[in-house]
């Protein structure tokens, strides 16, 4: 039977055994998981990052994931969102929109990976700037 809503569990880690109904989150892990709500059993797992899905957590409690659910690599192929933990069932879509969609996923990670590359790059460079400011003052300091 399809699933109307879920729950909201804040864990630090995804259980191994999942209950149906209940979405699974870790903040410390950045991961949101729960049983796939068309019942067939499979564990839906969703990254939270920017590449990926973002999670809403409203004030009354409730959680919301942005954006839709598409299970396309599951043989039911399930295809909805979460919005205030309910489950908004949405339209199948074409096997060429999946494979667009998924591609334009791939893309959005690679983007996600070299972004954060380069931000690490600048960190690096500005430390070893830093560095050498402070190893010149401790030259200067010690040849007086």
Not at 64 to 70: A, Q, R, V
Request: aromatic share 10%; glycine share 4%.
């Amino acid at each position: 039977m399809r699933q109307s809503s879920l729950r909201p569990e804040f864990v630090e880690y995804i259980p191994e055994t999942q209950v149906e109904g209940t979405i699974y989150i870790s903040r410390r892990y950045r991961t949101a998981s729960h049983l796939c709500c068309c019942s067939c059993g499979l564990e839906v797992v969703t990254p939270l990052n920017q590449a990926k899905w973002r999670l809403i957590e409203h004030p009354d409690g409730k959680v919301s994931l942005m954006p839709s659910i598409g299970n396309w690599s599951f043989p039911c192929q399930s295809h909805y969102f979460l919005k205030k933990n309910r489950v908004e069932w949405a339209p199948a879509f074409s096997p060429e929109l999946i494979a667009s969609i998924q591609a334009g996923d791939r893309n959005d990670a690679a983007m996600l990976g070299r972004s954060s590359l380069s931000h690490w790059a600048r960190f690096a460079e500005t430390a070893r700037g830093i560095w050498a400011d402070i190893s010149s003052a401790i030259k200067r300091a010690l040849s007086r």
